[in-house]
Structures are given as C-alpha cells and as structure tokens.
C-alpha cells in the first residue's frame, strides 16, 4: 500500500481553494486505513452516514449499535453492524453501489475520522464500505459531551416543506450540525460543523452559515462547487431530536461588511427546500460538558 495519495482533490476542491486564497500546506490523505483509524471506528457506538437519494440530493443519517458494530476486517473495508431503522426516510438509499461519506466521532475526547467511498454490498443487514479515501481531521470547534445510552422507539419521520417554529428554534439553539454534500460523480462526504449557540443564523427558510478557518482540504465547500446541493443534520443532544435539512446551497466568498461575523471567513446560505424531524430518534442524550477553545475567537449573530 502506498502512503498518502498523490492527488487527493477533485476539481471542485482545487476551484475553492484557489477562491479562498489559501492551501492545505499538506493532506495527509489515504486511500486506505492506517491501524488508528481502524480501531478508533471499532470501539465508536455510533456514526455518521450519508449518500444520495434517486434525485441525486445528499440525504445523512446516524448509524448505531454497541461498540464493535463497525468492524475492518482489513485497511479498505468498513463493515457496519448497523440497527435497522424502518421510519429512518435516508435508510432506504443505503444500497450497492451508492457512494457513502462516513464520520467517527468521539464527543468526549473531541477526536474524529472520516471515511469516504461506495457501499459494495449489503449482506445479512451489514454494510459492507468499500473506503477510496481516510483521513483525520483536528478536534477544533468540537465540543466535549458525555454521553448515556437511552432506549428509542423507532419514530416516525415528521415532513416539513418548510421549517416549522420548533424547527427554527433548534436551529437557532444549536452549537452543532453535520453537513453532508457531493461532487457528482466525486462521491459524498459528511463533515462536522461547531460554534457557539446561535452560530446559525436563521431568517424563515434560509440559514447563514459561518465557514471558521478549517484544515483548508475544503472538502464540503469543493464539493458545492461542483454541486450545490446539501443536506445539514441538527441532533438535539438534551432531548433525543434528529432534523434532517436539505437545501440549495449559494456560498457568499466575500463577505458584506454588515454580514461580517466574527472568526468567519466566508458564508454560505442554505435555501431550505425540505426537512424532516425524528422526534427521540437518537439512542443517547448528551450532557455538555464544555464548548471547544477553538470557538471562543468566533461570534454569533
């Protein structure tokens, strides 16, 4: 196996990096799983999936089970043991062939893997991921939570063509969510996004993200580029909740001057088209425990 990859970045990638002005000064980037990462996955009790619907939309879910669902049996594969979810509306565009983004995260120790590539089959309920990229990233704006287990009932999925009053108010409350998007024919990735509460900004069916200084591979925001089209996670970590956003996505690189937020170095809006929201979908409720260093530079709005 070789180390790194050569030539990690799809043309998307390579188009916002050269919009921002800045470059990874390295990518420690490999299409296959060093020993840590490997391991890391088998001792998580839960994950972060995506990949796509029929109409080519990002679609994102969390994956659970007890430590060791997720096995590598060897440096390119990840099998997950995953518990079946009927109500779950992603679950059922999990199937051979499609590509799929995958985030470990470890909220108490604020660490967290990624790996990308195609689910190669489904056999006796388990995924079996066929991994073409793996990397690390930095535990900045990752708050640390603690978690305990809670028994879930499967909830059904609640449509909204539109956010409702409850759905914009988790927004607005949240200092957390994942994003999942896709470059086409480059695969789907599903990365973590932290702020202080209130780091979203929410006017009816639009959201206004910060874009905080990051490792500069620029994987989502590459990603939109090519496709603008993203699907955003909001967990409620207190009381079990799951809203799933997708919207059409316009990235603001110069930033107004009354737009301007603190330790943000660029926008992008998300116009809402759909959402749904899983009361108590989650199988752990999570106490804060403290806010990651990384976000006392940052502001809200």
């Known amino acids: 196996m070789s180390d790194l990859m050569a030539d990690p970045f799809h043309a998307g990638e390579r188009v916002a ?8 000064r390295s990518a420690a980037i490999r299409d296959w799983m060093p020993d840590q990462h490997r391991d890391f996955f088998a001792v998580l009790p839960f994950l972060l999936a995506a ?22 049996p060897a440096a390119w594969t990840l099998q997950i043991d995953a518990i079946s979810d009927r109500n779950d509306p992603a679950a059922r565009w999990f199937i051979p062939g499609a590509p799929v983004g995958l985030l470990g995260i470890d909220l108490a120790t604020r ?12 056999s006796n309920g388990t ?3 066929a991994v073409e990229q793996s990397f690390g990233n930095c535990p900045q704006y990752i708050h640390v939570r603690e978690a305990h287990a809670v028994p879930v009932s499967d909830p059904v999925a609640e449509h909204m063509d539109q956010l409702d009053p409850s759905a914009r108010d988790a927004i607005e409350a949240a200092d ?23 780091f979203v900004r929410v006017d009816g069916d639009v959201l206004t993200i910060p874009d905080f200084a990051g490792n500069r591979y620029f994987n989502t925001l590459g990603n939109l580029v090519l496709e603008p089209r993203a699907a955003l996670l909001f967990p409620d970590f207190a009381n079990g909740d799951l809203l799933h956003v997708q919207g059409r996505v316009e990235i603001l ?25 899983r009361r108590g979908a989650l199988p752990f409720r999570w106490n804060l425990q403290r806010l990651s260093p990384g976000v006392a530079r940052t502001g809200i709005w």
């Open 17 to 24: 990096q050269r919009r921002a002005g800045v470059a990874p």
């Open 51 to 72: 990949t796509t619907d029929a109409a080519g939309w990002p679609v994102a879910t969390v994956l659970s089970g007890p430590p060791g669902f997720i096995a590598s």
């Open 111 to 122: 660490r967290r893997n990624r790996a990308n590539g195609v689910l190669a089959m489904i």
């Open 127 to 129: 995924l079996v991921v």
């Open 176 to 198: 957390t969510f994942f994003v999942a998007t896709t470059g086409g024919d480059e695969g789907v990735d599903i990365s973590h996004r932290g702020g202080k509460p209130g």
């Open 253 to 277: 690189w110069d930033v107004p001057e009354q737009e301007h937020l603190d330790g943000a170095e660029r926008l992008w809006r998300v116009h809402v088209t759909h959402a749904w929201r």
